[in-house]
C-alpha cells in the first residue's frame, strides 16, 4: 500500500500527538481530496489515489491505510459488504474499507461511504487485504476449477 513512497510520507504530515485526531484528520482528507471515480477492476493503490485524486473503494481504503501507517498508526484494509437494511449480500456490492488500532479495538474509517468510527453493525467483514507478492491467502470472488464448471465464492 506504499506506505513508505516519499509522496505518501509528504501527504502524511497530518499527525497530531492524539491518535483520534490523527486518524480523523487523515480521514477527512481523504474525503475531501479522493473522487469516487466509479468500479475500477484492476487495483490502483493508494499512491494512484493521491496523484489522481481519485478511485473506488479500495484506492480510498488503501490510501487511508498508508497515510496511517506512514503516520506509525497500525491500519489494513478490510474487504467484505456495508448492509445497511438487509441481509442480502450482492456480489456486486462487494467493498473496502479501512480499519485502525486503537486501544486495544480496530476502528472502522470508510472514506467512500463517508463512515467514520460508526456504523459497526453494517459492516460484515470477508477478509484482511494483503496484496503483497508472497501472501499466503489469495483472494478473488469466484474461482473455477477443473474439468467442468466448480465455481465459489470465498
Known sequence: MESGHQA?????????????QTTRKTY????????????LREERGALYALEN???DCTESAY???????????????VAGYV????????????????????DGTWRIADPQKR??????????????VDNRPDAVFKFARYRYSGNGLEVEME
Open 8 to 20: 505518501i510520507k509528504a501527504a502524511a504530515k497530518l499527525s497530531t500527538d492524539a491518535l483520534l
Open 28 to 39: 477527512d482528507w481523504v474525503v475531501a481530496n479522493v473522487r469516487d471515480s466509479g468500479y
Open 53 to 55: 485524486q481519485q478511485g
Open 63 to 77: 490510501l487511508f491505510t498508508a497515510l496511517a501507517r506512514a503516520n506509525a498508526i497500525p491500519a489494513r484494509a
Open 83 to 102: 448492509l445497511e437494511n438487509n441481509g442480502l449480500l450482492r456480489a456486486a456490492e462487494y467493498h473496502e474499507w479501512s480499519e485502525f488500532y486503537d
Open 115 to 128: 463512515s467514520y468510527d460508526q456504523n459497526y453493525d453494517h459492516y460484515v467483514a470477508m477478509r484482511l
